[in-house]
């Protein structure tokens, strides 16, 4: 069983250079409050991967009131700064966030094994270039880091683009080779963790939990507030709390819970 009372807070699309400074600190303040286990960064920390974004995604990162792991998005990459969007795309997140964009991000703890990798590309062979891919060399590697983990873990991926889309983000797509990754996740992983469509939910896919987190404090919003989620995790039982903001505070806007028998959730 998890360990009671793990607590996983789930922000994503902060966008600094677009973001509202009075709902970061807003932000801040709540997470304090919800005191989590862990905070997941479910990519583009930026909106054009400046030098100024990141060092105010960096300050802010800085601030956190539990252990971070962070994972890229598209904005993270130059956008049409073309030469350093081909030759060195990751050059400022190396920089500034001090990981390998190329190699799974690992963070373990008391009843906890969480996994991040980078969903995010320098192109694709579709004219829109934001939406990511995980490939078979990912996939390899989180499957490994999981099968390390001791088999009560609650075993959560942290990535960027979508494996659970609503009627409402259809058109933004699904990660690339989303299939092939939910075949290789079944049974291994419990928990998926994005952002990137700025809409904030959670549901169950091939026995698997998906939680999709809204844009934290950015003015880019996509149809709704912004939010972020709290996931808690009990033994068998599993919370996803989406926290949307009113105005002045962060509050609980939906709440869905999940139970897991032989490695298979499903919602109650």
Same mark, same amino acid.
């Given at each position: /069983?998890?360990?009671?009372?793990?607590?996983?807070?789930?922000?994503? $699309?902060?966008?600094?250079?677009?973001?509202?400074?009075? /709902?970061? *600190?807003?932000?801040?303040?709540?997470?304090?409050?919800?005191?989590?286990? /862990?905070?997941?960064?479910?990519? $583009?920390?930026?909106?054009?991967?400046? *030098?100024?974004?990141?060092?105010?995604a960096r300050a802010f990162l800085d601030q956190l009131p539990a252990p971070a792991l962070v994972v890229p998005g598209n904005h993270d990459l130059p956008g049409w700064e073309v030469w350093s969007r081909f030759t060195s795309p990751w050059r400022r997140w190396r920089h500034h966030l001090g990981t390998d964009p190329y190699r799974p991000v690992v963070l373990t703890m008391d009843g906890l094994a969480a996994v991040g990798v980078n969903t995010a590309r320098r192109w694709g062979p579709h004219p829109d270039w934001s939406r990511g891919r995980i490939d078979?060399?990912?996939?390899?590697?989180?499957?490994? *880091?999981? $099968?390390?983990?001791?088999?009560?873990?609650?075993?959560?991926?942290?990535?960027h683009h979508p494996f659970l889309l609503t009627e409402a983000g259809l058109h933004r797509g699904l990660v690339g080779r989303a299939p092939l990754a939910l075949r290789r996740l079944r049974r291994k992983a419990d928990l998926l963790l994005g952002g990137h469509i700025h809409l904030g939910y959670s549901g169950v896919v091939d026995g698997l939990v998906v939680a999709q987190s809204g844009t934290a404090f950015s003015d880019r919003l996509k149809g709704e507030p912004n939010s972020y989620n709290l996931v808690e995790a009990d033994g068998d039982r599993l919370a996803v709390t989406v926290r949307r903001w009113g105005g002045a505070r962060f509050d609980t806007h939906d709440r869905r819970e999940y139970t897991r028998t032989e490695r298979q959730w499903s919602a109650l």
């Open positions: /069983m998890t360990t009671p009372g793990l607590r996983i807070a789930q922000i994503s $699309d902060l966008h600094f250079g677009r973001h509202l400074p009075a /709902m970061a *600190e807003a932000l801040l303040a709540d997470l304090a409050a919800v005191a989590p286990s /862990m905070v997941a960064v479910c990519g $583009d920390l930026t909106q054009t991967a400046r *030098e100024a974004e990141f060092r105010a078979a060399r990912q996939l390899v590697a989180i499957g490994a *880091e999981f $099968d390390r983990a001791p088999v009560a873990d609650l075993r959560v991926l942290i990535a």
